[in-house]
Every structure is written in structure tokens, then in C-alpha cells.
């Protein structure tokens, strides 16, 4: 009996919260689409620690600036967020025992900035239009003890998502299910650039539909040849000021643009079944649904939850 439990004991127990990060299920969505309709399934990143996929790329970013040996007691790591960044670095951190400023724009939600907090980080409020420069300075003043992450540009963001692409292909190759299309929405272009890298190794007809915000779409003008003038979305994290530098555009076969209302209106619908996520889990789901009634029976497509709906509370959203 003592030999059974030790043998259990290894298999279900994890020595800390980060071995948690990732194997995160992937369901068939139903109730949204007909008989007619592609099959849609759907990798729920909300249930990572955190409620966050962003946890993935901040293990990776944080465990590769080790690798380097700056880290000392006085270290600060700096991040520029609209939120789910903060928190999920706020995470790492608190595990693994750094101190953690995050810069976060006055245009997000209040729930966002206080669960940062409530892991231990540092948190600034700032104008949407600097809060990446006051990160940027802030770091600059002390660059010995201040370590800025920059995940717009940190190549690691993307590779942090290497992992999900993996998980997907063994989800999927599991059962038996080769996929059509991968789609998901971007903000600093890190989980779409690398689940593409990964299931395009694996499934080199795979089609990658980058989904852009409608008041930030820049891979979407560019191929449709038309201007437009950046404002902040509705779809909180999904879009910038500018296109970062994590962007591959030769990754995306398709750019469509979310539409915001649609995508509030899945988000409110999926609460109803039981899926309490975000609204760009909202905007991801909504365009899913959208493509598989327009491609039709017969195809496969798979997209992905980003953070959990109680981020999104005092917006009074449902």
C-alpha cells in the first residue's frame, strides 16, 4: 500500500506552481456551430496559473535572463502591460522570489492592476500614450539593478509559445485530428508567432489566421492597402500603438480584422455555458464561429482562450 501511494504521489504532485503552467485542455466547442459547420476546438489558456497564457512566455523570458547571470538581490524586473503581462510576471516572480515593477495604462480594468499587486508587484498607472517609455526610463535610471523584459520586442515571447503549439500537436495527433486552420488574436504577437513556428513544422498546410484589432490592424492594411489611425480598443491587449517587433508576417496566410460588438456579444454568450473568459477570448471564439460556417463541413479549426472573465468585472460586461 505505502509503495502504491509513493508511486501516486510522484505522478500527481508538483513541486511548485510553474510545473502547472501549460498541458491546459483542449475541448470541442459546441452549442455555437450547426451540422453544417467546420469542428472547432478550443485550448483553454484561461486555465494556465494566473488564469493567463501569458505565464508561458514569462517563465521562458524570465528563465532565459537567467541564463545570463545578472540576477542579484537588488534586481528589479520592469514590464511595460496592459494587465495580463503584469499579472503573469507578477507570478513568476513571487515564485521565484524577484522584485517586479509593471507599468500599466489608465485605459484598462481596475481588476487587472490589483491582482498584479496582490502577487507582489510594484504597480504604475500611466497614460496609455507613455506608459512603455516610462518603463523604458524607469529601467534606464538604474540599469545595474533594472532589468526591462519588453516583451514587444523580447524574441523569447514568442518562443515562450513553443510549447503550446506542441501541446496542440499532441492533443490533436492523439486523436486522430489534423487541423485547417489555427487562428488567434495578437497583441504583442508572441502565442500566434509561435504556435504558427510549431504547427506549421507539423502541419505544412495549416492555415494561420492572424485576427487584429479593428482600431490597430497592420498587417490587415498593409495587404488590403488602405490607412487608418490608431485609437485603443475595446478589446483590451489585443492591438498597439505600434506593430511589435514579435510580428512575422510571412506566418499569417490570412489577416481579419474582430469585430469589437460581435466579439463582447460571444463573450457574453460563452459565459452562458460555462466558458467565463475575456473578450479577446470572446473575439477569438466569435471568428471561429464565423469561419466554420464559412469554410463548412469537413474542416478543422482550433484557437485558444487568452485570461479568465473576472479580469473584466467592473466593466460590467455581463
Known amino acids: 500500500m505505502f509503495g502504491l501511494f509513493k508511486l501516486l504521489n510522484n505522478a500527481f504532485f508538483m513541486k511548485n506552481l510553474l510545473q502547472c503552467i501549460g498541458k491546459t ?120 539593478n533594472r532589468i526591462f523584459i519588453n516583451q514587444y520586442i523580447n524574441p523569447a515571447n514568442s518562443e515562450g509559445f513553443l510549447s503550446l503549439g506542441e501541446e496542440l500537436y499532441n492533443d490533436l495527433n492523439e486523436q486522430g485530428i489534423i487541423p485547417d486552420y489555427f487562428l488567434s488574436g495578437a497583441g504583442t504577437f508572441g502565442l500566434i508567432s509561435g504556435v504558427a513556428i510549431s504547427l506549421k513544422k507539423h502541419y505544412p498546410d495549416i492555415k494561420i489566421i492572424l485576427i487584429e484589432s479593428p482600431n490597430a490592424p497592420y498587417i490587415h492594411a498593409r495587404r488590403n492597402n488602405y490607412t487608418f489611425s490608431y485609437r485603443p480598443s475595446k478589446l483590451t491587449g489585443m492591438g498597439g500603438t505600434t506593430l511589435p517587433k514579435n510580428a512575422d508576417e510571412k506566418l499569417y496566410d490570412i489577416a481579419e480584422v474582430a469585430n469589437e460588438n460581435d466579439a463582447m456579444e460571444m463573450t457574453k454568450k460563452l459565459a452562458k455555458i460555462g466558458l467565463f473568459v475575456g473578450k479577446t477570448s470572446g473575439a477569438n471564439i466569435d471568428m471561429a464561429v464565423k469561419y466554420a460556417k464559412k469554410v463548412g463541413k469537413g474542416k478543422v479549426i482550433i484557437t485558444n482562450t487568452f485570461d479568465t472573465g473576472e479580469k473584466y468585472l467592473s466593466e460590467n460586461l455581463w
Open 25 to 144: 485542455p483542449l475541448i470541442k466547442l459546441s452549442g455555437l456551430r450547426s451540422e453544417k459547420d467546420s469542428m472547432i476546438y478550443v485550448k483553454l489558456e484561461h486555465l494556465n496559473p494566473a488564469g493567463t497564457h501569458k505565464v508561458r512566455a514569462y517563465l521562458h523570458m524570465i528563465e532565459e535572463i537567467e541564463k545570463q547571470n545578472m540576477i542579484t538581490e537588488d534586481t528589479i524586473f520592469v514590464e511595460a502591460s496592459s494587465g495580463n503581462s503584469a499579472i503573469a510576471g507578477a507570478f513568476i516572480c513571487a515564485i521565484k522570489g524577484y522584485k517586479f515593477t509593471a507599468f500599466i495604462p489608465n485605459s484598462v480594468s481596475e481588476e487587472r492592476s490589483k491582482i498584479a499587486k496582490a502577487y507582489g508587484a510594484k504597480v504604475i498607472i500611466c497614460a496609455l500614450s507613455d506608459y512603455k517609455e516610462q518603463a523604458l526610463r524607469f529601467t534606464e535610471e538604474d540599469p545595474r
